[in-house]
């Protein structure tokens, strides 16, 4: 009698393990399944997103990089030279005035590195410096007595040798390069 109880409870268990594990394995399948759909779902909004964003954000580069070129521009030496009226002016006011102008446009520009690389951002800043440098090591080098216009002279003779390449240009042109591999 024990052996038939036994052999009853083994036919009615055996069965209901079989059908439990059956329906552990597909439920799991199912919801790994969803899992999977979901996570592919939530990737494809994030691209959506991401390419919303930067179809967003690209006319604002853009701009950035048009800003970083006026400036580079605004500051190039024949530029600063017409612009800024050196009669009445001794050198080292002269000299002192350039430099402001330039570090002034400088500041006002300053948050355009939100928008380009590092790379570029470093570029600006290092012809900036490099012009700030030219200028001021020809200015060291007149006599004490010289004028605004002696130095606006040696400026231009300067950076008209053949051999000299003005920052601004240079900086431009890797802007430029930069700036057609964006679009």
Known sequence: MDYNIF???????????????????????????????????????RDELSIKQGDQSLPIRYQAYERLILFLERNHPYKLLSTIDSTDLTAPEFQLILIKSIRTEMEHNLTQQLYVSDQAWAVVRS??????????????????????????????????SKNINIPNDSAVQFLKVEIRTLF
């Open 7 to 45: 052999l009853d409870l083994v036919k009615i268990c055996v069965p209901s393990l079989l059908v439990l594990v059956t329906t552990y394995l597909l439920i799991s399948s199912f919801l790994e399944t969803q899992l999977k759909l979901k996570a592919q779902e939530l990737e494809l909004k």
């Open 127 to 160: 012809s900036v410096e490099e012009l700030i440098n030219e200028i001021s090591s020809l200015a060291i080098n007149l006599p004490s007595n010289a004028t605004g216009k002696d130095l606006g002279k040696k400026i231009l003779n300067h950076f008209m």
